[in-house]
């Protein structure tokens, strides 16, 4: 499996549920990044969490680390039909000479129905 | 402050021709990094300049593909000889820092169709 890999590959709920993704990846990491991406647009970045971090949270998202599992999960509470895009997490991996590249995981793709 | 801006957004380019794309990034970003999505998949780094600098390429095909960052202007992905598997979208992403602890900002990408 490939760094940065994400799980459910779709995903599919009514409006006002909740949504939660998962991250896998399998070196150490300065940071995990989420991001959004509309069909057809470019990435939206959505929140980044520190490698000494355990927990996040931004508005309706709410992000976790586990470096443990080497896992992070994404939860948009209270969807709305605005959030159906596809979500990819990134991982910068520590040390060598990553230099702050991102490796990116396939996404999920979210779909919200009204 | 205008985001990371990308042009052509969209290019259409026939085999053998050439395909340039150019990134203006984010005003004091001094950081540009290239990404490749092909159909489905998610990102995939290409190469990471800094002004005047290719600091890490490890992403980018061997043949027909450069980059470059000058001093002025914005930085430009070239594509020389273009196949149909050169048909993906091209992001750019900048950073005030390279150093993996700042965000990186993307562009609208470009995507390249090649006939």
């Known amino acids: 499996s490939q760094q940065g890999e994400e799980d459910p590959q779709a995903l599919s709920i009514q409006e006002g549920e909740n949504a939660t993704m998962n991250c896998s990846y399998k070196?150490?990491?300065?940071?995990l990044q989420w991001y959004r991406q509309n069909s057809g647009r470019g990435l939206v970045h959505l929140i980044l969490?520190?490698?000494?971090?355990r927990e996040k949270h931004s508005g309706r998202l709410r992000v976790t680390l586990d470096t443990s599992k080497k896992s992070s999960s994404l939860l948009i509470t209270a969807s709305r039909a605005a959030d159906t895009a596809s979500y990819f997490c990134?991982?910068?991996?520590?040390?060598?000479?990553?230099?702050?590249?991102?490796?990116f995981g396939q996404g999920t793709i979210l779909t919200v129905h009204p | 402050n205008a985001g990371v801006m990308q042009n052509p957004r969209h290019l259409v380019r026939r085999r053998g021709q050439e395909a340039r794309l150019r990134c203006s990034p984010m005003?004091?970003?001094?950081?540009v990094y290239w990404y490749r999505q092909l159909p489905e998949e998610g990102l995939k780094f290409m190469v990471y300049?800094?002004?005047?600098?290719?600091?890490?390429e490890s992403g980018m095909p061997k043949e027909r593909f450069s980059a470059e960052f000058p001093k002025e202007g914005p930085s430009i992905l070239r594509i020389q000889q273009v196949v149909r598997g050169d048909s993906a979208a091209y992001f750019c992403?900048?950073?005030?820092?390279?150093?993996?602890?700042?965000?990186?900002?993307f562009g609208p990408g470009t995507r390249l169709t090649v006939l």
């Open positions: 005003k004091g970003h001094s950081h």
């Open positions: 969490i520190r490698s000494n971090e």
């Open positions: 990134a991982t910068d991996k520590a040390g060598g000479t990553s230099y702050g590249k991102l490796t």
């Open positions: 992403a900048s950073s005030p820092l390279g150093q993996g602890t700042y965000t990186q900002y």
């Open positions: 070196t150490s990491i300065n940071n």
């Open positions: 300049l800094q002004k005047e600098n290719i600091i890490d």
